[in-house]
């Protein structure tokens, strides 16, 4: 996946009983932050914080998905526990997490596990990959994401 390049093709179960795919959403750009665990501190905030900037992702016409490794069950309730106004993608294969190379080797508790590095990806109305953050940092994070969205308008 290399920055200013068309992103492929791919489709993912999403919330709600929906697929989502990629190709079908061309004509604004979208927000896909990929994090590690339904219904964690850190996942939690990170959602919340997409959650309250929500409005102004809608004004500039960019969509926002969560996508995470968790079962669309998983999701579903996640979203419904946090009112999330965006879907949450469920890649369980781990096929869109290996496209954006986000799977990494954790420590955990002096373990090596592998999970999902949390990052986000934002792509054009044309389908192209215009910037990525790689192992965010929760705090401040979507409203920098939001600055960059709101310099492709």
Same mark, same amino acid.
């Given at each position: 996946?290399?920055?200013?390049? /068309?992103? *492929? $093709?791919?489709?993912?179960?999403?919330?709600? !009983?929906? %697929? =989502?795919?990629?190709?079908?959403?061309?004509? @604004?750009?979208?927000?896909?932050?990929?994090? /590690?665990? *339904? $219904?964690?501190?850190?996942?939690?905030?990170? !959602?919340? %914080? =997409?959650?309250?900037?929500?409005?102004?992702? @809608?004004?500039?016409?960019?969509?926002?998905?969560?996508?995470?490794?968790?079962?669309?069950?998983?999701?579903?309730?996640?979203?419904?526990?946090?009112?999330?106004?965006?879907?949450?993608?469920?890649?369980?294969?781990?096929?869109?997490?290996?496209?954006?190379?986000?799977?990494?080797?954790?420590?955990?508790?002096?373990?090596?596990?592998?999970?999902?590095?949390?990052?986000?990806?934002?792509?054009?109305?044309?389908?192209?990959?215009?910037?990525?953050?790689?192992?965010?940092?929760?705090?401040?994070?979507?409203?920098?994401?939001?600055?960059?969205?709101?310099?492709?308008?």
């Amino acid at each position: 996946m290399t920055l200013d390049q /068309p992103v *492929d $093709d791919f489709t993912l179960p999403a919330t709600g !009983g929906q %697929q =989502f795919q990629l190709s079908a959403m061309r004509g @604004a750009p979208l927000v896909l932050y990929f994090y /590690p665990k *339904d $219904d964690t501190p850190g996942c939690t905030d990170e !959602g919340l %914080q =997409f959650k309250a900037l929500y409005e102004q992702f @809608a004004a500039a016409r960019c969509s926002v998905f969560g996508v995470s490794r968790d079962t669309l069950k998983a999701h579903d309730k996640f979203k419904a526990k946090m009112e999330f106004p965006f879907e949450l993608l469920s890649d369980a294969d781990e096929a869109v997490c290996t496209l954006f190379g986000v799977m990494k080797l954790k420590n955990m508790y002096g373990k090596q596990v592998r999970g999902i590095e949390r990052s986000t990806f934002v792509i054009d109305a044309q389908g192209v990959l215009k910037r990525e953050w790689r192992g965010v940092k929760v705090p401040g994070h979507a409203q920098e994401v939001l600055d960059f969205v709101q310099t492709l308008a």
